[in-house]
């Protein structure tokens, strides 16, 4: 099966400008793709696994990724499905998170001469000059169509607006796909369906720049399946690739507890796993579907943390949920600074400490309604608390069914 077609099967694609131009260029090895990234945080999450995912993908049949990070349109902030203003970042920030990017895009894709490039658009952004890109660029965009594109309705129903700064957005992302045709030979980009206007504006954009018979089978524009958005949401905040914000453990227990619904289409789209295995876990039911977000979660582990992490996340989940001891469960180290005068700390305290719960509020709502238990006995009373000589055994708090932390003193 060529690169397309699986990628058709494993439900990756959901619109193409030009599907006979897509295949072609992929199926042969000739595209040179990008993918967009706003450094809105220090990490990548779960939300862009699957583009992630895609490059690696399309790398291993023989085409050219691009990771453009947006250290110039993040300068303005995606308004594609936002009710608010995204939060004004230094200039400092955006390039400390493009930098913590690179190094975890790492381990999905490799970097280096004639492979992967990263490519940062503060290069061409940051010094435009406004009153010559509005003559050269904004000319080429009709107010009237970008007022009907779908990135913008949510700010524009919304009770705050669309802010003139966040209209630009669009053109920035329009012309990042030029100035990547022109000096890196891009010919191809790819994105959520969010992006679609986004992207379309780029495609038309090289297009009237270059001349429609010069560009029109190198701007070929292909959307990826939304899935990959609903990934990141949570509920509780995002789950991160940084092991410093979100464990392997974590990680692999948010894998592990998807819905029974999700856990086979994320397979498809996420693993590296035939597709012939996964076609005969399709009618797993019970025992075998466990058994199937079991392999999600390590396979996914795997990819992101590497083997040894994956494998200690597994053995703690089977044996947390065996009713085994605490070995590989996630640890949080109490310091002095934790303990109050008198050389206690509350429970609470230990759960916001601990990252079970995000504030305090939520911490006594969460004992309050009995879901709290440590080292297997649940806590009712929310004044709770321990004085140091209680971790010097194993104590082990529970938030929930699934969620545990060993606490040890620092």
């Not at 000096?183 to 429609?212: A, H, P, T, V």
């Not at 190198?218 to 914000?245: C, F, H, Y």
């Not at 692999?252 to 005969?280: G, S």
């Amino acid at each position: 099966m060529q690169i397309y077609e699986e990628l058709l099967e494993r439900g990756l694609i959901a619109q193409v400008t030009d599907e006979e131009g897509v295949r072609d260029l992929i199926n042969n090895g000739k595209a040179t793709f990008y993918i967009g990234f706003d450094p809105t945080a220090d990490s990548l999450h779960v939300g862009h696994f699957m583009a992630l995912c895609l490059m690696k993908r399309l790398q291993m049949a023989g085409n050219k990724p691009i990771a453009l990070v947006g250290g110039g349109t993040g300068m303005i902030g995606d308004p594609s499905g936002r009710t608010d203003l995204r939060k004004m970042m230094t200039t400092e920030m955006i390039d400390h998170n493009c930098e913590c990017f690179k190094k975890q895009m790492s381990r999905f894709i490799e970097f280096g001469e004639g492979k992967a490039m990263m490519v940062n658009n503060a290069d061409w952004l940051r010094d435009l000059n406004y009153i010559e890109f509005i003559r050269d660029i904004g000319s080429m965009f009709k107010v009237n169509n970008m007022l009907r594109a779908e990135c913008y309705k949510q700010r524009l129903a919304s009770e705050e607006g669309l802010t003139f700064l966040e209209f630009n957005y669009m053109l920035m992302q329009s012309y990042d796909f030029l100035k990547l045709y022109e000096e890196y030979g891009c010919n191809l980009e790819f994105g959520g369906d969010d992006q679609w206007s986004n992207m379309l504006g780029g495609r038309e954009l090289i297009r009237r720049k270059l001349g429609k018979e010069d560009a029109q089978a190198m701007t070929i524009t292909l959307l990826l399946n939304s899935e990959g958005k609903k990934m990141g949401k949570t509920g509780k905040g995002a789950v991160w690739l940084d092991p410093e914000k979100t464990s392997p453990y974590e990680f692999y227990q948010y894998w592990r507890n998807v819905d029974d619904a999700d856990v086979i289409n994320c397979i498809k789209m996420l693993t590296f796993l035939p597709m012939d295995e996964i076609h005969a876990m399709e009618s797993w039911e019970g025992a075998e579907l466990n058994k199937a977000k079991e392999i999600l979660a390590y396979q996914l582990t795997e990819l992101v943390h590497g083997e040894e992490e994956a494998k200690k996340a597994e053995t703690a989940a089977k044996s947390i949920f065996g009713g085994g001891g605490s070995e590989n469960m996630p640890e949080t180290a109490l310091e002095d600074g934790d303990f109050k005068e008198d050389g206690t700390i509350d429970l609470i305290s230990i759960l916001v400490k601990a990252g079970l719960v995000t504030g305090r509020g939520e911490g006594r709502r969460a004992i309050e309604q009995n879901g709290v238990a440590v080292n297997g006995e649940k806590v009712t009373d929310v004044h709770a608390s321990y004085n140091k000589d209680s971790f010097n055994e194993e104590f082990v708090v529970r938030r929930g069914k699934k969620n545990f932390r060993k606490i040890v003193l620092g």
